[in-house]
């Protein structure tokens, strides 16, 4: 089965370089798209799409916003924010509104697609490592900066899961946390669901702001 993209860009030629790209892939096909916020949330109460290609600075309604409004339907589509310049506040914002990853407008076609096919399978396109190199940028920006971790939540949470949830804002991998907590990988990614189970998110991008949001982790990879 195909997986069907929306594109949504106030630039008609960006629009139409990515919709031939993506035509040219036996996996995918563009069912939608839309010029602004406003026309991709009335397009999308009527079109069954997987992932949304949104670019951030647009008029009416930007791609933040669009994005936090996409995300909070119960079954919602996908998200993976274009932006022009790499770790801006923008790629920030998205990522806090649900956005599964951001990637650069100017990316090669062989990335953008292996992303769209990485987000459609449910993993994060943004590496944890790029998540916590952006949020330390603008961690002053976060409600609990500096603060004690204060997320009820977080307290549904073993000890141990909190360490593991440590790490993964820390940007290591799965193979990485195994080695330093001395577990296999197999019982690190059953942590890491549980995790993902408990505080209700998506993907370990979400882990990461989080964290961060919380005061679990703070600039700099403090904890």
């Known amino acids: 089965m195909s997986i069907r993209v929306m594109l949504v860009d106030d630039q008609v030629l960006l629009r139409t370089g990515f919709r031939m790209?993506?035509?040219?892939?036996?996996?995918?096909e563009v069912v939608a798209e839309a010029g602004d916020g406003v026309e991709a949330l009335e397009v999308l109460r009527s079109t069954k799409v997987d992932v949304v290609l949104m670019d951030v600075r647009m008029p009416k309604l930007d791609g933040v916003e669009t994005t936090r409004?996409?995300?909070?339907?119960?079954?919602?589509?996908?998200?993976?924010?274009?932006?022009?310049?790499?770790?801006?506040?923008?790629a920030f914002s998205?990522?806090?509104?649900g956005a599964s990853g951001f990637m650069l407008k100017d990316v090669p076609p062989g990335e953008l697609l292996a992303a769209i096919r990485s987000v459609h399978s449910g993993d994060a396109v943004v590496a944890p490592s790029t998540t916590r190199r952006l949020l330390d940028r603008f961690a002053p920006m976060l409600p609990n900066a500096g603060g004690q971790p204060?997320?009820?939540?977080?307290?549904?949470?073993?000890?141990?899961?909190?360490?593991?949830m440590?790490?993964?804002?820390?940007?290591l991998s799965n193979g990485e946390i195994a080695a330093r907590l001395v577990l296999s990988e197999?019982?690190?990614?059953?942590?890491?669901?549980r995790i993902l189970t408990k505080l209700g998110l998506r993907d370990r991008v979400q882990v990461v702001v989080l964290a961060y949001e919380t005061g679990l982790v703070r600039a700099g990879g403090a904890s």
């Open 21 to 28: 790209v993506l035509a040219a892939q036996p996996d995918m």
């Open 94 to 97: 998205g990522l806090k509104a």
């Open 150 to 164: 204060q997320h009820q939540e977080l307290e549904r949470l073993t000890s141990r899961e909190r360490e593991v």
């Open 69 to 90: 409004r996409v995300c909070q339907d119960a079954n919602p589509p996908k998200v993976l924010i274009l932006t022009t310049f790499d770790l801006d506040e923008y």
């Open 186 to 193: 197999a019982t690190v990614k059953t942590h890491v669901g």
């Open 166 to 171: 440590v790490l993964v804002a820390q940007g």
